[in-house]
């Protein structure tokens, strides 16, 4: 079946650093990939998705570029702030008409100042 | 813009009893689902509803029943809780196919004692 990896947490950084949480997924479909963020005491919520290969997502200074060769969806933000900390999801939805979404184990992310 | 809404925010129980969380949302989407989030292992799905009366097991359905009594609704009923089984139980939305946004609620924490 569907499944996404992504880096374990948590992740310290200080604000100000670059951050890169890895995503790997593996589908017989082609799916459109997600970057879900949540809150603390929030439900996740969307950050950005890309439906189509070789195209870039972004939101927030976040971006993620959906790579087919590799099957990778890796996020990335530059400069990260205290504000960012968060858990991220990476998550697929594949073409066939399931509506499943299948998400990875999340990254905790903790930015401090 | 719309919302969904879980209750309970809290649900105690003890071993062994048949417990139901409710969903509702007013986005008037067609697709729901429910996920079960531990920490250390993301969410992962138990059930999903494409349309009213419809029901799709994802993959923790065991131990779970769940019920779409009408567009707006969509309830799960954990028939047999254990205390291995204390998460917080996330409710979701969609409209109907692959690769739309999930719109989340705020998550219902479930105790066991």
């Known amino acids: 079946g569907d499944s996404v990896t992504q880096t374990e947490g948590p992740v310290t950084l200080s604000e100000g650093t670059s951050l890169t949480v890895n995503c790997s997924y593996e589908t017989k479909q082609y799916p459109t990939l997600f970057w879900y963020v949540q809150y603390p005491g929030e439900g996740p919520q969307l950050l950005f998705k890309v439906p189509k290969a070789n195209e870039k997502g972004s939101n927030r200074g976040f971006e993620a570029t959906y790579n087919k060769e590799a099957t990778s969806f890796h996020l990335q933000k530059a400069s990260v702030q205290e504000s960012d900390s968060a858990v991220y999801y990476c998550a697929l939805s594949d073409h066939s008409n399931t509506n499943k979404v299948v998400f990875g184990t999340g990254t905790r992310l903790q930015v401090l100042p | ?113």
């Not at chain 2, 813009?1 to 986005?27: A, R, V, Y």
């Not at chain 2, 139980?89 to 969609?94: M, V």
Request: include cysteine; aromatic fraction near 10%; proline fraction near 1%.
């Open chain 2, 1 to 113: 813009g719309g919302i969904i809404t879980q209750t309970p925010k809290f649900l105690i129980g003890q071993e062994g009893q048949k417990l139901t969380l409710k969903c509702q949302q007013n986005f008037n989407h067609d697709t729901m689902y429910w996920y079960r989030q531990d920490s250390g292992k993301g969410l992962r799905l138990i059930y999903y509803s494409i349309t009213e009366n419809d029901l799709q097991k994802g993959d923790l359905s065991e131990g779970y029943d769940a019920s779409r009594e009408k567009k707006s609704s969509f309830s799960l009923t954990v028939t047999s809780a254990q205390k291995n089984e204390m998460a917080v139980f996330l409710c979701a939305s969609s409209i109907r196919g692959s690769g739309n946004t999930l719109y989340f609620g705020e998550g219902s924490r479930l105790i066991v004692v």
